[in-house]
């Protein structure tokens, strides 16, 4: 039995990743657009970097320095049609769900015209996904996620996954 072990880990790895790079659940036409994008933070908390939010893992994350109205910022490398954006909240941290709240979901095509997906106004439970269902028609090349009330706060992220087609 355990040397089917390393052969089952593996296998899960890839169906896990294929998941989150496909459109599991979604119209087959929309992918994971964010997947391995550029990411950036309003400030870095090492060595929780962003590129950790679009790497296809949940057990890492990217998480900002304490300050006011922390940002992730994704570059999609170019304009999508945006259908949905999800959000997760890291798993194994239970005193957490302030470093995930009030946040708002933006998407544009610059980074200085971006437009309201959605907000999300409680705070995050351990390893909860918060979905944000943008208006039908939006397109962009930025996605934004914002912690936007309260004090002053860490934002981290296990993962961000935007679906999306090419326009």
Not at 6 to 17: Q, Y
Not at 81 to 107: S, T
């Amino acid at each position: 039995m355990p040397a089917i072990m390393p052969f089952v880990s593996v296998w899960l790895m890839l169906a896990c990743l294929w998941q989150i790079q496909s459109s599991q659940g979604h119209p087959s036409d929309l992918h994971n657009v964010a997947y391995n994008k550029k990411v950036t933070l309003s400030s870095e908390y090492p060595p929780h970097i962003g590129s950790k939010a679009v790497n296809g893992l949940f057990d890492d994350l990217a998480h900002t320095d304490r300050e006011r109205s922390p940002w992730l910022r994704i570059d999609l490398g170019r304009n999508y049609h945006i259908h949905e954006i999800e959000v997760f909240a890291r798993r194994h941290c239970h005193d957490c769900g302030q470093q995930l709240h009030n946040i708002d979901v933006k998407v544009g095509k610059t980074k200085d015209s971006m437009r309201m997906c959605g907000h999300y106004s409680a705070s995050a439970r351990p390893g909860e996904q918060i979905p944000i269902w943008c208006p039908s028609g939006t397109v962009g090349r930025y996605v934004q996620v914002q912690i936007v009330r309260g004090e002053a706060s860490y934002l981290s992220v296990a993962e961000v996954i935007v679906w999306g087609k090419r326009k």
